[in-house]
Structure formats: C-alpha cells, structure tokens
C-alpha cells in the first residue's frame, strides 16, 4: 500500500532552516509528481510546493519563494523541503501528498518557528 513518512520537523526561531524528509512506498516513486502541503491552526490545508516526476519542474505558493526549495531523489524515493528564513506564518503541520492514482497523505509534521 502507499505509504508516505515525513520527518524534519521541529520548534525553530524565525529566520532559521529547516529540512523535511518525506519517505514514500507502495507506488513508482519516479513517475509522480510530489506535492507538500501544510496546514496552520484554524486553517484550511494549502499547497506549498510541487515537484515533477524527473525533478525538472518546480512550483511554489507565493509566499514561500524564494526561502523553501523542493528536491527529490528517486533512487531513495525521497522529496524534501528545505525551508530558509523561516517565519512565525510558517508555523504549520507539514504533509507530503501524491496523487497516484488517487489521493494519499503522509501523518505529518509539525514546524512551530518562535521566538
């Protein structure tokens, strides 16, 4: 069965870095676009950033441009975010999503950045 397992998460100062890990099984990795969406306390979950099958395309929300990066290795069947000048508005639960065909989410990871 698909299985996806994000780790990384962690209680941060604004203007650190993080990185999220997300492990993913029971699909062909390398033939998936991956997704990381988050969702903050009394929010709706929003996309964050998108990655293509091959690592040739990525797509961001606006307000993390420029500050997160999202790369995959498909030999370890991993997509990670790397999170830069982190801000208290980044505070969410982060997932990792793949639709393949139909719609999976990892547990989820917690990122609180406060001073």
């Known amino acids: 069965q698909v299985q996806l397992v994000e780790s990384g998460g962690g209680l941060v100062q604004p203007g650190d870095s993080l990185r999220l890990s997300c492990v993913a099984s029971?699909?062909?990795?390398?033939?998936?676009?991956m997704y990381w969406y988050r969702q903050a306390p009394g929010k709706q979950r929003e996309f964050v950033a998108r990655?293509?099958?091959?690592?040739?395309?990525?797509q961001y929300t606006d307000s993390v441009k420029g500050r997160f990066t999202i790369s995959r290795d498909n030999a370890k069947k991993m997509v990670i975010l790397d999170m830069n000048s982190l801000k208290p508005e980044d505070t969410a639960v982060y997932y990792c999503?793949?639709?393949?065909?139909?719609?999976?989410w990892g547990q989820g990871t917690q990122v609180t950045v406060s001073s």
């Open positions: 029971g699909f062909t990795f390398s033939r998936n676009d």
């Open positions: 999503y793949v639709s393949s065909p139909w719609d999976y």
């Open positions: 990655i293509s099958a091959t690592g040739g395309s990525t």
